[in-house]
């Protein structure tokens, strides 16, 4: 059977996507082994295209945004990534070996809903660096769901969610001065001191033959945490406030 050659403008170059598929043979046969093949390569190119528009939404918010690779996240920078604002709490970069690229483990936390995600990235993928600033304020009260603050110099009053501040909320004192974290002028976290030396309201007896084993400890503000055996009622002790985790007690502490 003689091979008939395919329509030339249908054999013409096809472009997708940044992909170009080219006819590589005149005959029937290859040419519908190409238009089968063709999903199959346009479904990769869609993915590039999605990639494409992520980017390109970035630099239409701000055309100026600030783009880093994922090698360069460090802890403390503010990033959004698919629509979403994170802080990095963690950063590990991991370089790859012969022709494997790096990695970028990194541990962030969702400056929306506070919540925590671990993500490993292409070392070269790029992400917008988002500006953020800190601002000394002076804690006033709690009403409801919200905690206000103050700015010292301009006596201006804001009301964060409790939900943001988090668990934390309840070690707040009036007048005590912490770093408000804002982003694009909006504030998105608080910045709590990453020690903080507290009574204990009440535990039970301290039994010194069993200092390996621990026992639970109310605080003065309600908390529950878990206390060596040797402390009592009266002590005050150093609380890790990022873990709410006991540390050690307090130099004079001892009741």
Same mark, same amino acid.
């Given at each position: 059977?003689?091979?008939?050659?395919?329509? *030339?403008?249908?054999?013409?170059? !096809?472009?997708?996507?940044?992909?170009?598929? &080219?006819?590589? /043979?005149?005959?029937?046969? /290859?040419?519908?082994? /190409?238009?089968?093949?063709?999903?199959?390569?346009?479904?990769?190119?869609?993915?590039?295209?999605?990639?494409?528009?992520?980017?390109?939404?970035?630099?239409?918010?701000?055309?100026? *945004?600030?783009?880093?690779?994922?090698?360069?996240?460090?802890?403390? !920078?503010?990033?959004?990534?698919?629509?979403?604002? @994170?802080?990095?709490?963690?950063? *590990? @970069?991991?370089?790859? %070996?012969?022709? !494997?690229?790096?990695?970028?483990?990194?541990?962030?936390?969702?400056?929306?809903?506070?919540? #925590?995600?671990?993500?490993?990235?292409?070392?070269?993928?790029?992400?917008?660096?988002?500006?953020?600033?800190?601002?000394?304020?002076?804690?006033?009260?709690?009403?409801?769901?919200?905690? @206000? #603050?103050?700015?010292?110099?301009?006596?201006?009053? =804001? *009301?964060?969610?409790?939900?943001?501040?988090?668990?934390?909320?309840?070690? &707040? &004192?009036?007048?005590?001065? &912490?770093? =408000?974290? %804002?982003?694009?002028?909006?504030?998105?976290?608080?910045?709590?001191?990453? !020690?903080?030396?507290?009574?204990?309201?009440?535990?039970?007896?301290? =039994?010194?033959?069993?200092?390996?084993?621990?026992?639970?400890?109310?605080?003065?503000?309600?908390?529950?945490?878990?206390?060596?055996? #040797? =402390?009592?009622?009266?002590?005050?002790?150093?609380?890790?406030?990022?873990?709410?985790?006991?540390?050690?007690?307090?130099?004079?502490?001892?009741?």
């Amino acid at each position: 059977m003689v091979s008939t050659p395919a329509d *030339a403008d249908t054999m013409g170059v !096809m472009e997708s996507a940044g992909l170009r598929v &080219l006819a590589a /043979s005149t005959s029937i046969g /290859s040419y519908q082994t /190409s238009m089968e093949e063709f999903p199959r390569r346009l479904e990769g190119g869609n993915k590039v295209r999605r990639c494409l528009r992520r980017h390109q939404a970035a630099c239409l918010r701000d055309p100026e *945004a600030k783009m880093v690779s994922a090698s360069q996240l460090r802890p403390g !920078m503010v990033v959004r990534y698919e629509n979403h604002t @994170y802080r990095v709490v963690a950063a *590990a @970069y991991h370089p790859g %070996q012969g022709r !494997m690229g790096g990695v970028t483990h990194a541990r962030l936390k969702n400056l929306s809903t506070g919540t #925590f995600w671990e993500h490993s990235f292409r070392s070269e993928l790029k992400l917008e660096e988002v500006a953020s600033d800190q601002r000394a304020m002076d804690f006033l009260y709690r009403d409801g769901d919200h905690c @206000y #603050f103050m700015d010292p110099d301009t006596y201006e009053q =804001i *009301a964060i969610p409790e939900s943001m501040v988090g668990p934390q909320a309840v070690f &707040l &004192l009036p007048e005590m001065r &912490l770093n =408000i974290d %804002q982003v694009e002028g909006k504030p998105v976290s608080v910045q709590f001191p990453e !020690m903080m030396e507290v009574r204990i309201a009440d535990t039970a007896p301290p =039994i010194h033959q069993q200092d390996n084993t621990w026992k639970p400890a109310r605080l003065e503000n309600g908390m529950e945490i878990m206390v060596p055996q #040797f =402390i009592k009622t009266g002590d005050v002790v150093r609380l890790d406030l990022a873990n709410l985790k006991y540390v050690d007690r307090a130099k004079g502490g001892a009741k």
